[in-house]
């Protein structure tokens, strides 16, 4: 399923003009402040609420899951393979 979730998303990206970085299997344990968990799909470092906005709105018609963790404080994330976008 990570592959096709994966290529939706590389398709939105090239489709669209967003200044937001977005970051593919990265490992979660950099974003938590316990620095634990596994990979995700895709990571959104998002700039601005419009794009968060786009983000979002795509996410939800592709009907591809996310986690939206801000700073990512008292986060603990899964050591598994997640099979979701974080936000």
Same mark, same amino acid.
């Given at each position: 399923?990570?592959?096709? !979730?994966?290529?939706?998303?590389?398709?939105? +990206?090239?489709?669209?003009?967003?200044?937001?970085?977005?970051?593919?299997? @990265?490992?979660?344990? @950099?974003?938590?402040?316990?620095?634990?968990?596994?990979? =995700?799909?895709?990571?959104?470092?998002?700039? !601005?609420?419009?794009?968060? =906005?786009?983000?979002?709105?795509? +996410?939800?018609?592709?009907?591809?899951?996310?986690?939206?963790?801000?700073?990512?404080? !008292?986060?603990?994330?899964?050591?598994?393979?997640?099979?979701?976008?974080?936000?």
């Amino acid at each position: 399923m990570f592959d096709l !979730n994966t290529k939706k998303i590389r398709s939105f +990206l090239r489709d669209t003009d967003l200044e937001s970085e977005a970051v593919f299997f @990265q490992e979660t344990s @950099q974003l938590s402040s316990f620095k634990v968990g596994g990979k =995700c799909i895709c990571i959104f470092f998002a700039v !601005n609420i419009a794009e968060l =906005c786009r983000i979002l709105n795509f +996410l939800k018609k592709a009907d591809i899951s996310f986690h939206i963790i801000g700073g990512g404080t !008292n986060t603990l994330f899964s050591d598994d393979y997640i099979d979701a976008v974080v936000i």
